[in-house]
């Protein structure tokens, strides 16, 4: 099956600074991408998502690219406030999945310092 | 907005013990989805259902079963609890297809389950 994994696992920034998390996926044939952003005592939810057949996508400060070649996907935020920090997931879809079956990297807790 | 709920918040139980974790949720979508959550490991899927009566193992469905008797409630069962099953249990749904817009999956805030 698919095999997602996530770096990196926690990472601290300045107010203002960017941040950028990778993800690299093991299926080829996999076609979507989803990033889920989780706030503390909340569950997650869909921030920005991907399809195979785009290479880059940004909404307001916060963009994701998709290397296929390569298989990895990367998150990027820009200008990061307080808000931003959370636990930031990324998933990927494969084709042979059944009911929107996502796989999940391992996570990676944003801390963004004032 | 949708909204997906899980009955409890924190759970203690006891090694051995049949636990119930139930969601209900709002917006008639056909799929739900039972998570664990664990540090390092990411959100792992433990089972799914696409309609009524209708269930699919996820990647860890050991020592787990589910059920879903109406479209809105998907209920995850410890048959005998144990304390490697000590985790952060999420619930999601979505609409069914390949639809672009249907694959968001909308999350409830979680049970933390304590089995000790």
């Known amino acids: 099956g698919e095999n997602v994994e996530q770096h990196p696992s926690t990472l601290s920034v300045q107010e203002g600074d960017s941040a950028v998390i990778k993800c690299t996926y093991s299926?080829?044939?996999?076609?979507?991408f989803p990033w889920y952003k989780q706030e503390l005592g909340k569950g997650p939810q869909l921030i920005i998502d991907i399809r195979s057949n785009v290479g880059e996508k940004k909404d307001q400060r916060i963009a994701v690219t998709l290397n296929k070649t390569a298989k990895h996907f990367s998150l990027h935020i820009t200008e990061t406030q307080p808000e931003d920090s959370a636990v930031y997931f990324c998933a990927a879809r494969g084709v042979k999945a059944a009911g929107n079956k996502l796989t999940f990297g391992g996570g990676t807790r944003v801390l963004v310092k004032p | 907005d949708v909204k997906v709920t899980q009955s409890s918040r924190y759970l203690v139980k006891r090694t051995g013990e049949k636990v119930f974790l139930e969601c209900v949720q709002d917006m008639d979508h056909e799929n739900m989805f039972w998570y664990r959550q664990d540090p390092g490991l990411g959100l792992r899927l433990i089972y799914f259902s696409y309609d009524v009566k209708m269930k699919e193992k996820g990647d860890i469905p050991e020592g787990y079963s589910v059920s879903r008797e109406k479209k809105e409630r998907f209920s995850l069962i410890l048959e005998s609890a144990s304390t490697n099953q000590t985790s952060m249990y999420l619930c999601?749904?979505?609409?069914?297809?390949?639809?672009?817009?249907?694959?968001?999956?909308?999350f409830g805030s979680g049970t933390q389950l304590s089995v000790l």
């Open positions: 999601a749904s979505s609409l069914w297809g390949a639809v672009a817009t249907n694959e968001k999956l909308f």
């Open positions: 299926d080829s044939a996999s076609n979507y």
